[in-house]
T-cell receptor, first 113, second 116 residues
Framework: ELKVEQNPLFLSMQEGKNYTIYCNYSTTSDRLYWYRQDPGKSLESLFVLLSNGAVKQEGRLMASLDTKARLSTLHITAAVHDLSATYFCAVDMANFGNEKLTFGTGTRLTIIP | KAGVTQTPRYLIKTRGQQVTLSCSPISGHRSVSWYQQTPGQGLQFLFEYFSETQRNKGNFPGRFSGRQFSNSRSEMNVSTLELGDSALYLC???????????????FGAGSRLTVL
């Protein structure tokens, strides 16, 4: 059974600081997704990482994928309050017909002014 | 382009009742997935439909069922509700992976079910 673990579960950081959220998964996959969820809202797709070494950046967020280590990171640079949300990584199996994402536990990020 | 629409947004039921939730995917998306989100268990996969066929099913009891119509709209049903079924039920649609190259889900706002 595929397991996806994120850490930390909770992260409180000051504006302007940098930090990294880690996502480990238990089986071979080269498809990793990051989502954001604001309180009381639905999930919004942030990044799709489809190969080993993939790196995607959007604003102050950068995601990377190391399929050999089964690890993805979401790096936050110079955090601002608007980034406060819960971030989920998700993994799927790279075979057609198995359209199921397994989500991590989520990291609740709070940016303190 | 309209997003994924879920109805109802909120509902309250009592134990033993049943509930039907509806999802309209993004136009052109043929895959519809359902997820249950709870504080304790997080996001758990329920099932996925493509062209009216269930392609994948999560580890939920048979009380949870779903279907997809020819216009790709989907419904899920939960019978004999239990207190533990209280959750946010999220529907997501995606383009065919063969076309999109990845299973990028677009989620609806969710249906928040409270079972009393």
């Amino acid at each position: 059974e595929l397991k996806v673990e994120q850490n930390p579960l909770f992260l409180s950081m000051q504006e302007g600081k940098n930090y990294t959220i880690y996502c480990n998964y238990s089986t071979t996959s080269d498809r990793l997704y990051w989502y954001r969820q604001d309180p009381g809202k639905s999930l919004e797709s942030l990044f799709v990482l489809l190969s080993n070494g993939a790196v995607k950046q959007e604003g102050r967020l950068m995601a990377s994928l190391d399929t050999k280590a089964r690890l993805s990171t979401l790096h936050i640079t110079a955090a601002v309050h608007d980034l406060s949300a819960t971030y989920f990584c998700a993994v799927d199996m790279a075979n057609f017909g198995n359209e199921k994402l397994t989500f991590g536990t989520g990291t609740r990020l709070t940016i303190i002014p | 382009k309209a997003g994924v629409t879920q109805t109802p947004r909120y509902l309250i039921k009592t134990r033993g009742q049943q509930v039907t939730l509806s999802c309209s995917p993004i136009s052109g998306h043929r895959s519809v997935s359902w997820y249950q989100q709870t504080p304790g268990q997080g996001l758990q996969f329920l099932f996925e439909y493509f062209s009216e066929t269930q392609r994948n099913k999560g580890n939920f009891p048979g009380r949870f069922s779903g279907r997809q119509f020819s216009n790709s709209r989907s419904e899920m049903n939960v019978s004999t509700l239990e207190l533990g079924d209280s959750a946010l039920y999220l529907c997501a649609s995606s383009d065919d992976r063969a076309t999109a190259g990845a299973n990028v889900l677009t989620f609806g706002a969710g249906s928040r079910l409270t079972v009393l």
